[in-house]
């Protein structure tokens, strides 16, 4: 039996799908197969993903229906004992499916492998990590609090996922798309234990100008998702909702500040940090949210061409010093 299937959904994913496919051809490990889920796109997502002439790679196309119904799509098709999703934008570094396959042969109760991730821009330019900067064995095991308090997988295109375990919890849930992912990780987490592998492997591309109204629905789905979990969480742990909602609004004053440049995202980024300190202000003291704070205060304070200048300064001078992603080359 086939060892792994990789399900790639793609949507107008023309200028990227080949370079994310290339990074599972590289892959040291070699027992795989590659579905494009071409999701209604009206660009040239069919014709190039099916130029490819390595036989690995199959392509389907589907009316459009979102990145959640694409990946249901996939896994009623896949044929591996291991299941691993890829965003249409994103990359692999060459040992990504080899080192978590091995964790999973390691750990035969564990159900999910999944690694650090590294943000790049639309250019590939790779910046900071954004996981636990120290990724240990102690981030294995049952993360179902962890992952309660706090999405630090951070993006579908990370685990590795025995069958087993994809049978156990079904499908992805449309009715959260751009927060399925938590939600999914969070129903495995709940039957499952997971294994780390302690190396950056994603490369997660992010484009910059998003629309108000994108993060805006990022937020309430965000919020249906965190009322679902709470509803279906052990009473003994509800009390963590608190640091929930503290993660949650640091995390959108960052999305606001990331993602739109004008001074309304700035105050609604404000707003957010606000809101978080309020909750617990003890959070003040942590890096993150200092960090945070002289973000929205240097964006607050000058022009936007001299802010985004001096924090993509800030931000390059942090990568080249942190030897950290190294390990993800």
């Known amino acids: 039996m086939l060892e792994i299937s990789v399900i790639i959904p793609a949507y107008n994913a023309e200028s990227t799908l080949l370079e994310t496919i290339e990074s599972v051809l590289q892959q040291t490990f070699t027992d795989f197969e590659i579905l494009v889920i071409n999701d209604g796109s009206q660009d040239r997502t069919q014709t190039l993903a099916e130029g490819i002439t390595d036989p690995r790679v199959q392509v389907f196309t589907y009316p459009n229906g979102g990145v959640c119904a694409a990946r249901n799509r996939g896994i009623a098709l896949a044929k ?14 060459r040992d990504k499916l080899e080192l978590q396959w091995a964790a999973l042969q390691e750990n035969p109760k564990a159900g999910v492998a999944y690694s650090s991730t590294c943000l790049m ?8 990590p954004t996981f636990h900067p120290t990724l240990k064995a102690e981030w294995g095991g049952n993360l179902y609090e962890k992952l309660l308090v706090q999405n630090f997988i951070h993006s579908g295109s990370n685990p590795l996922i025995r069958r087993e375990a994809i049978a156990s919890v079904g499908e992805f849930d449309m009715a959260c798309a751009s927060s399925a992912d938590w939600d999914y990780w969070l129903r495995l987490a709940k039957h499952w234990p997971f294994v780390a592998v302690p190396k950056y ?15 805006e629905r990022i937020k309430r789905e965000s919020l249906l998702t965190m009322d679902k ?15 929930t909602l503290t993660n949650f609004h ?28 309020f909750i617990e202000p003890q959070i003040f003291w942590n890096r993150s949210t200092q960090r945070l704070a002289i973000r929205c ?12 200048y001096l924090l993509n300064s800030i931000r390059k001078s942090l990568t080249i010093s942190d030897p950290r992603l190294k390990s993800s080359s």
């Open 80 to 93: 591996g004992k291991y299941i691993a999703f890829l965003d249409a934008d994103d990359l692999w570094t």
């Open 121 to 128: 821009n639309m250019n590939s330019h790779q910046e900071l």
């Open 201 to 215: 492997q994603i490369l997660y591309r992010r484009s910059p100008g998003s629309m108000s109204s994108d993060v």
């Open 229 to 243: 979990a709470y509803q279906a969480t052990p009473p003994e742990l509800k009390l963590l909702k608190k640091q």
């Open 250 to 277: 640091k995390y959108f004053a960052e999305l606001y500040l990331e993602q739109i440049n004008d001074a309304q995202a700035v105050k609604k980024a404000q707003k957010h940090l606000q809101e978080a300190l």
């Open 297 to 308: 205060l240097i964006k607050q304070i000058f022009p936007q061409s001299l802010a985004n």
